[in-house]
């Protein structure tokens, strides 16, 4: 019962972060206030998640080192020096939480802020993509679905297709490689914001993200570099 609980608490942890990521994502959906104590709960969720898989930290250069144990340790370092840039850029642009510390004018702090947070959220998603398979497994034994059923590998395969596909799609529509070039996109200004059409754009990039690093992964591990 006590290991239910733990997972439980643990899933609820890890949904509440993605959720809060999205959702801090576009500054048109809430207020300054509002983006920057989310924000703020955001980092206390991540700390919180690290503090439970602490274990990693202390297992760092132990064991076989091979090429994708190799690959996801520099993808959970470089995570978490962008989320310590979120955090200290978020800090000295702060307009309310931390108003009278902030550098509100500095262009530079402005464009890292905006360049970690979404390097940050293509890693967070890659860092996903490389447990995704522990995950489906858990959820498919929590929901009694037999995924090595013909049925369930079929339909798994067109909804990656489908969310593969549109992924691509609206980190187009969604001019992510131009923000990550720090390049000004007028168009996402211009047009009326929907919250539910953008959760589904960046949960599509995010299920892009995922699924390119999980069949990255079940490659990696057939090969066995």
């Known amino acids: 019962m006590a290991a239910e ?4 608490i643990r899933n609820t942890l890890n949904l509440a972060m993605v959720l809060c990521l999205v959702v801090v994502m576009d500054y048109r959906f809430i ?6 104590m989310l924000g703020l709960f955001t980092l206390l969720l991540i700390i919180i998640h690290n503090t439970i898989n602490r274990q990693w930290y202390t297992a760092i250069g132990k064991g076989k080192q091979d090429f994708l144990r190799t690959l996801k340790t520099i993808t959970n370092v470089l995570l978490l020096a962008l989320i310590v840039l979120v955090a200290v850029t978020g800090f000295l642009i702060s307009q309310t939480v931390f108003a009278s510390f902030s550098l509100s004018d500095s ?3 402005h464009q890292l802020h905006i360049l970690s ?9 890659i860092h996903i993509g490389f447990h ?3 995950l489906l497994v858990k ?4 929901l009694k679905i037999d995924r090595t059923s013909y049925r369930c590998i079929l ?3 067109i909804a990656i297709a489908i ?3 549109y992924g691509i799609y609206a980190s187009f529509t969604r001019n992510i490689g131009s923000k990550l070039l720090l390049q000004h996109v007028v168009n996402d200004w211009a047009a009326a914001p929907s919250l539910i059409g953008f959760i589904v754009d960046y949960a599509a990039i995010m299920g892009c993200y995922i699924a390119i690093t999980y069949y990255l992964t079940q490659l990696l591990q057939k090969v066995r570099i």
């Open 155 to 157: 339909i798994s395969r």
């Open 163 to 165: 969310i593969f596909s």
């Open 117 to 125: 947070a979404y390097l940050g959220f293509i890693l967070i998603s």
């Open 5 to 8: 609980i733990e997972t439980m």
């Open 107 to 109: 262009i530079l702090a």
């Open 132 to 134: 995704w398979h522990e």
């Open 139 to 142: 959820l498919c034994n929590w």
């Open 31 to 36: 207020e300054n206030a509002i983006h920057e």
